[in-house]
T-cell receptor, first 110, second 114 residues
């Protein structure tokens, strides 16, 4: 069945460091892929998405490229800020539902 | 345009009581999804509803859990005779159309069973 696997956290970085959070998926066909962000005590907010192979989603300095050959959708940011501290979820859109990874907590220190 | 609204935001119940969680989708959205997030885990799909219809309940536990989305009013997720293992964050999402790409999430209800 469809599933998403993402790297375990927490990930701790200094401000302005480069961020990579790995995400791989298993799915029938080529589903749309998403990154959501969850700040403490809040719901999930859509960060970016890609709907087909080789598409790059981007938002607020974050990027992720849909790689069909490696079934991956890694999240990257060139220079993180303290305000980026949150939990990041990779997800794929299946039939009638989303499948989420277990989340990666990011801590950014000043 | 208000987002997805859920209430209560926090709910405390003793074992054996009932929990009722409410979700009002975004204006113009007629598709509602419920997800459960256990501590330190990702979200797991529970049920997908349209107005007055359950479309997919493949993620719902077979007992004690039920969901509805009436013609008027919010969607309700009902948990009867709660147990400690039901303690989790319950998120509702909505979308405008069937098959539309993006689901928009509410802030969640955090249920604690004592």
């Amino acid at each position: 069945g469809d599933s998403v696997t993402q790297m375990e956290g927490p990930v701790t970085l200094s401000e302005e460091a480069f961020l990579t959070i790995n995400c791989t998926y298993t799915a029938t066909g080529y589903p749309s892929l998403f990154w959501y962000v969850q700040y403490p005590g809040e719901g999930l907010q859509l960060l970016l998405k890609a709907t087909k192979a080789d598409d790059k989603g981007s938002n607020k300095g974050f990027e992720a490229t849909y790689r069909k050959e490696t079934t991956s959708f890694h999240l990257e940011k060139g220079s993180v800020q303290v305000s980026d501290s949150a939990v990041y979820f990779c997800a794929l859109r299946g039939f009638n539902k989303f499948y989420f990874g277990s989340g990666t907590k990011l801590n950014v220190k000043p | 345009n208000a987002g997805v609204m859920q209430n209560p935001r926090h709910l405390v119940r003793r074992r054996g009581q009932e929990a009722r969680l409410r979700c009002s989708p975004m204006k113009g959205h007629s598709h509602v999804y419920w997800y459960r997030q256990l501590p330190e885990e990702g979200l797991k799909f529970m049920v997908y509803l349209q107005k007055e219809n359950i479309i997919d309940e493949s993620g719902m536990p077979k007992e004690r859990f039920s969901a509805e989305f009436p013609k008027e009013g919010p969607s309700i997720l009902r948990i009867q005779q709660v147990v400690r293992g039901d303690s989790a964050a319950y998120f509702c999402a909505s979308s405008a159309l069937e098959g539309v790409e993006t689901q928009y999430f509410g802030p969640g209800t955090r249920l604690l069973v004592l």
